[in-house]
Nanobody, 113 residues
Framework: QVLLVESGGGLVQAGGSLRLSCAAS????????MGWYRQAPGKQRELVAT???????NYGDSVKGRFTISRDNAKKTVYLQMNSLKPEDTAVYYC???????WGQGTQVTVSS
């Protein structure tokens, strides 16, 4: 069974930082690529960042230079460090196993101006 549980969301002022975590179950974690996506009200879900098993990263244009994705295989956890947050970053953030296609339940991030 694949289980992904996000945490770390909350309310933060513009310019602030948050770190999201996605804890995973299963022996697959270290060999699977993982990703973070987000969905704002009335908008389509969009890619935020991905990381391969070899720690190669990729970012959406809107977060490049501000967000950093990382992973700890021993803890079976993927992180998203979000700095210089903007009101337009407000969304529900989802963790995803890119190879098995599973999604977490999401965590809300709200950035106030």
């Amino acid at each position: 069974q694949v289980l992904l549980v996000e945490s770390g969301g909350g309310l933060v002022q513009a310019g602030g930082s948050l770190r999201l975590s996605c804890a995973a179950s299963g022996s697959w974690f270290s060999i699977n690529a993982m990703g973070w996506y987000r969905q704002a009200p009335g908008k389509q879900r969009e890619l935020v960042a991905t990381i391969t098993s070899g720690r190669i990263t990729n970012y959406g244009d809107s977060v490049k230079g501000r967000f950093t994705i990382s992973r700890d295989n021993a803890k079976k956890t993927v992180y998203l460090q979000m700095n210089s947050l903007k009101p337009e970053d407000t969304a529900v953030y989802y963790c995803r196993n890119l190879e098995l296609g599973y999604w977490g339940q999401g965590t809300q991030v709200t950035v106030s101006s």
